[in-house]
């Protein structure tokens, strides 16, 4: 069933937030200022609050997926299964770690930027996005490495939302309590560059990450990837140049984005956790297998939530 977009922008000194949440739940909508001043751009640096940024959860619709409805046909686990790898007969087998499986694309040339700088910019968004997807305190509920990763100006309001968890999944992962790691994620996607109307570079990264949980799970749950929570993440981070934008204004700004969830638990998914299904599920890895492939668009998961 096809996502319901809202759209959020960035608050800034002058410029108010208008939120959107996921359309499993309420929206509250506040409008934006219009942007000024971004004629004197060429002369004059620009404030944060100039800056026509959008958050990340902006756009960020989240789809999630109940492995009950999702599954289809149950069958008897394989007894072949790998009982000490979580990614036994799921694609998720041949998929490298995460900060592997990320391609990064030969930089070049891109408006005022020189191939050299988008270069730059593709390695510090790769670190930022590995950050906030996949760094164990991250994942614990400490988003200080992420913060710091963005541009000054920005790292306050980013670390309020994260914290509020109402948009903490919209920036960065963090695991439901009594949850860790079974094993290190992995993960497949791209990055692609464009420039925008001030002539920021434009980083959008399309990733499927794969956790592999440890914790509470029903006996009851069987089959492939019944451990495996599969996060598909659609983001987009902004880089200002240097020349005519101030100094607080430099760094990864995180643009529009949306998401799509599969085999999680839904109340702590909407409370900006991963965890796994705290009701039965079998095999449901079946059927379902192109939730795991990165072409696949959010809006053909299967629904739940």
Known sequence: MPTQPGYRYRRSAVTEARHGQDRVVA????????????????????????????SLYGTMTGTVVDPETAAQSPVSPSPSLNPNDPFDGTPAAKYLPADQGIVVPTAVKA??????EVGTVLTK????????????????????????????????????????????????????????LGAP??????????????????VRADVVWVYPLAGPLPEESTGAGV???????????????????????QGARPGEGE?????ADCPKYLKGALALPATPVQDPVEGNEAVFVATTPLTSFPTGC
């Open 27 to 54: 929206v509250r909508r506040r409008p934006r200022r219009k942007l000024i001043g971004v004629l004197v751009v060429i002369v004059l640096l620009v404030p944060a609050g100039l800056l026509a940024a959008k």
């Open 111 to 116: 408006g005022v930027w020189s191939a050299k």
């Open 125 to 180: 968004t790769k670190e930022v996005l590995l950050a906030a997807r996949t760094d164990p305190k991250v994942l614990g509920g400490d988003p200080t490495s992420y913060v710091e990763a963005l541009a000054p100006n920005v790292r306050e309001q980013v670390k309020e939302a994260i914290v509020s968890g109402t948009d903490t999944l919209g920036y960065v992962t963090n695991l439901g309590a009594g949850y860790t």
């Open 185 to 202: 994620i992995r993960g497949v996607g791209s990055l692609a560059v464009t420039t925008g109307s001030l002539k920021q570079l434009i």
């Open 227 to 249: 451990r495996l929570v599969v996060l598909h993440t659609v983001e987009s981070y902004e880089w200002f140049p240097s020349k005519g934008f101030a100094d607080e204004d």
């Open 259 to 263: 998401r799509a969830v599969f085999n």
